[in-house]
């Protein structure tokens, strides 16, 4: 029987910043039984698995958008039921994350046919930005009413930053709000390093490889940085469906010497990454928390982002880019700007690097959620 029955749209060993806040947030809690339901997006991963204190069970699931969206299969949705029916008992708390996908619908719906306690973490700061006029419109109209069901039905609400439940008020009525509980990660760090200026400037970029990352800003900003002369090493991590526009870019601007892309990486691997580079670069178009960029800060990067959904919780908003003002000039501007001034770059990190690693750590966010439930 479980305490907490969760629905997570993807999942282990499917890796991304929701993922990981599904896993981590989970595994913190003392003395909780957890179930994770999520879509078996790839036929060959086993229905159920253990690991650590939550089971893992993947439903029969249909692919909508080709790597991004499932929903249940009849026999996924006879799964769902079933599992809610068989643990009834117990009075499970049932855990939805992000308002975007069917699956957490249908787990709002079934909860409140059962009486049962949810609660909804909501991990969006924006509408989605992503996909064709078509896919957009779709998830526009499924925010307005689907997504706002399960919102309004939450006993309350988690909002991961502060930036996504300022959206969540401005855009539905009527919602009850717990506290924020932020992403976390343990700083390895005791504090920002002392860095020398490097000869040639090391940069990381971690993330799908979609327009809304601000990945074809990214690469203005390293053609302005060639013509500049400026000495520098880009590395991309992670796949997606621009891929291939952006190695032609690559390959047409002349940057093959410059620039790498090792693909998507499992998590360890990613994690293995960050301390060989000297800055940090997140040009995306909309973010909850950033999950890489807090990464990037914690293994002792400097960060050049746009001032988009929680990353200002991060970083402070004077240092990161409008997002009105984002483009290969800006970011390039703010890369210069931190080779010109590294010593003293270095001195303002430390400050925001021990403000961080007090403020992301799991300890004190599980505290929040365990004073409510």
């Given at each position: ?5 969760v ?58 958008v ?5 929903i ?6 006879k ?8 643990n ?7 855990h ?9 619908w ?43 069901y ?6 309350l ?20 709000f ?43 900003a390293?053609?302005?940085m ?14 997606g469906?621009?891929?291939?526009n ?6 047409d ?32 178009y ?13 293994n ?39 080779l ?29 959620y365990?004073?409510?439930?």
């Open positions: 029987m479980y305490d907490i029955i629905f997570a749209h993807l999942y282990k060993p499917h890796v991304g910043g929701l993922e990981k806040y599904v896993e981590n947030f989970y595994k913190n809690l003392s003395n909780k039984k957890v179930l994770v339901i999520t879509s078996r997006y790839d036929k060959k991963l086993a229905e159920t698995e253990t690991d650590g204190n939550a089971d893992i069970l993947r439903i029969d699931s249909i692919e909508m080709k790597g991004k969206y499932y249940p299969t009849p026999s996924g949705l799964q769902i039921v079933e599992i809610i029916k068989e009834k008992e117990n009075n499970p708390e049932i939805t994350h992000t308002r975007f996908y069917l699956n957490n249908i787990a709002t719906f079934i909860a409140k046919q059962n009486h049962l306690t949810h609660y909804h973490f909501e991990h969006g700061s924006s509408f989605v930005k992503d996909g064709s006029l078509f896919v957009r419109l779709c998830a526009w109209i499924f925010d307005f009413f689907l997504a706002g399960i919102l309004r039905n939450s006993k609400i988690f909002p991961i930053s502060d930036s996504v439940r300022e959206f969540l008020q401005s855009r539905y009525s009527k919602l009850k717990g506290p924020t509980i932020y992403n976390s990660y343990p700083f390895p760090l005791e504090t920002f390093p002392n860095k020398k200026k490097p000869e040639i400037l090391k940069l990381l970029f971690v993330g799908r490889i979609i327009r809304s990352k601000g990945i074809y800003e990214m690469i203005d390293c053609v302005s060639n013509e500049n002369r400026i000495p520098f090493a880009l590395t991309i991590i992670g796949d469906s621009e891929m291939s952006i190695k032609r870019l690559v390959k601007n002349n940057l093959s010497g410059h620039i790498s892309m090792m693909g998507l990486l499992p998590f360890e691997e990613t994690q293995k990454q960050f301390a060989k580079y000297d800055i940090f670069i997140n040009p995306s909309t973010e909850g928390l950033p999950t890489t960029v807090l990464e990037g800060l914690a002792g990067l400097f960060v050049v982002a746009t001032d988009v959904g929680g990353t200002k919780e991060i970083i402070p908003q004077e240092r990161l880019i409008p997002f009105g003002s984002l483009s290969g000039r800006t970011i390039k501007n703010d890369i210069v700007h931190i010109e001034n590294w010593d003293d770059e270095v001195k303002i990190y430390k400050d925001i690097y021990n403000t961080a690693k007090n403020k992301f750590n799991w300890k004190e966010n599980i505290k929040k365990e004073q409510i439930s």
